[in-house]
């Protein structure tokens, strides 16, 4: 079964500044996607940023880019520019190409201080 | 964009009554749509899958006669939590998915349910 490990519970941030996010997943197949999400206290999922296996350049979308190592099964979301509005939980999510169901890292609390 | 309301937004109920909790699908059809529970700062746990006109597929671990789940048309997916109890106490989100092939989920509000 595919496993998401984000390893760090908070992170917090200077406005302005850029903070890293770290995951990593397990998985044994070759092909598939990899998402950001972001929670804010309003609790509704928001989507950050996706990313196809199969293509080796890594997403941007404005301030927010991945750094996708897939042979380190490693996906790392880089926030710029950190505004207060970025403060959420950021969860990672993993979803095999053949499959239906998104799995879950166990989020990451970002910060960000004025 | 797509969007995705769940109704109702928070609910108090006794213990021992039913609850139903509504997503709805407003400006696409969604063949598929996955029930998730979540408690207070932890990960989202996907409960079941259900596609439009079939049996909903659950979790291992997720009772099927506490947790109903109906699909009845593309825009409109149902949890009714049977019998609840305290421990049944969680906020329930939705999401659906346009069709197979399409890799994004688009996300319901979520449900805060609070058993007394």
């Known amino acids: 079964a595919q496993t998401v490990t984000q390893s760090q519970p908070e992170m917090s941030v200077q406005e302005a500044e850029t903070v890293t996010l770290s995951c990593t997943y397990d998985?044994?197949?070759?092909?598939?996607?990899l998402f950001w999400y972001k929670q804010p206290p309003s609790r509704q999922m928001i989507l950050v940023i996706r990313?196809?296996?199969?293509?080796?350049q890594n997403a941007t979308e404005n301030r927010f880019s991945v750094n996708f190592q897939k042979a380190a099964k490693s996906f790392s979301l880089k926030i710029s520019d950190s505004q207060l509005g970025d403060a959420a939980m950021y969860f990672c999510?993993?979803?095999?190409?053949?499959?239906?169901?998104?799995?879950f890292g166990a989020g990451t609390i970002l910060r960000v201080k004025s | 964009g797509a969007v995705v309301s769940q109704h109702p937004s928070w609910v108090i109920c006794k213990s021992g009554t039913s609850v139903k909790i509504e997503c709805r699908s407003l400006?696409?059809?969604?063949?598929?749509m996955f029930w998730y529970r979540q408690f207070p700062k932890q990960s989202l746990m996907l409960m079941a899958t259900?596609?439009?006109?079939?049996?909903?597929?659950?979790e291992q671990g997720v009772e099927k006669d506490k947790f109903l789940i109906n699909h009845a048309s593309l825009t409109l997916s149902t949890l009714t939590v049977t019998s609840a109890h305290p421990e049944d106490s969680s906020f329930y989100i939705c999401?659906?998915?346009?069709?197979?092939?399409?890799?994004?989920?688009?996300f319901g509000p979520g449900t805060r349910l609070t058993v007394l």
């Open positions: 999401s659906a998915r346009l069709g197979a092939g399409v890799d994004e989920q688009f």
């Open positions: 998985t044994s197949e070759s092909d598939y996607y």
């Open positions: 990313q196809e296996a199969y293509k080796q």
């Open positions: 999510a993993y979803r095999g190409s053949g499959g239906n169901k998104l799995v």
């Open positions: 400006d696409f059809q969604a063949t598929t």
């Open positions: 259900s596609n439009e006109g079939s049996k909903a597929t659950y």
